[in-house]
Each structure stands twice: as C-alpha cells, then as structure tokens.
Nanobody, 115 residues
Framework: QVQPVESGGGLVQAGGSLRLSCAVS????????MNWYRQAPGKQRELVAR???????NYGDSVKGRFTISRDNAKSTVYLQMDSLKPEDTAVYYC?????????WGQGTQVTVSS
C-alpha cells in the first residue's frame, strides 16, 4: 500500500520559513510524480507545487518565487521549502503520490502563519 506521511508543519510568523517533508513507502518512489496541495478553511484544495520523476517542477501562481519543491529519491522523500510566508499561506498541506492514474494522499500537516 502506498503511504505518504507528511511532517514539518507548525506555527511561524509572517516572513518566516518552514520546510515540509513527505516520506513515501510502498512504491518505486523515483518513478512517481509528487504533488503538494493545500486547503484553507472554507476553500477548495489547491495545487501548490509538482515535481515529476524527471525533476521538472511547476508551481501555483500564489507561491511562485517563494516555495521550492525538491525530491530525494534515495530517501523516498519530497520536500517543500516555504520562504517569505504570508498569513494567506495558512492551510493544511497535503502530499500526493501519483502512481499511474491513482493519487495517494497523506494525512496532511497544518501550517499556520501569524501576522
């Protein structure tokens, strides 16, 4: 069973940084596209960043230039470095592992940015 597990969330002041991690088991990680999504209260889940098996990256418009997605295939882990955080970045952040046409979700990690 594919199981992503997020960590690294917390409370940070505006302008600060956090790094989220997502460790994945049960799959050949190096072949998978990995996504970070977030969901704020009362809002739809939105794609924050994506990294393909080949290392190509895409970002949501609201985080471009502030967030960086990366992966370590040896550790089966994807990271999301979040800099210059804003109160509007407050959300639950979810990792998604794509295996073929299926997406497997982690349980999420809370990020709260205080003003």
């Amino acid at each position: 069973q594919v199981q992503p597990v997020e960590s690294g969330g917390g409370l940070v002041q505006a302008g600060g940084s956090l790094r989220l991690s997502c460790a994945v088991s049960g799959t050949l990680f190096s072949t998978n596209t990995m996504n970070w999504y977030r969901q704020a209260p009362g809002k739809q889940r939105e794609l924050v960043a994506r990294i393909t098996a080949g290392g190509s990256t895409n970002y949501g418009d609201s985080v471009k230039g502030r967030f960086t997605i990366s992966r370590d295939n040896a550790k089966s882990t994807v990271y999301l470095q979040m800099d210059s955080l804003k109160p509007e970045d407050t959300a639950v952040y979810y990792c998604q592992c794509c295996v073929g046409t299926r997406g497997y979700w982690g349980q999420g990690t809370q990020v709260t940015v205080s003003s």
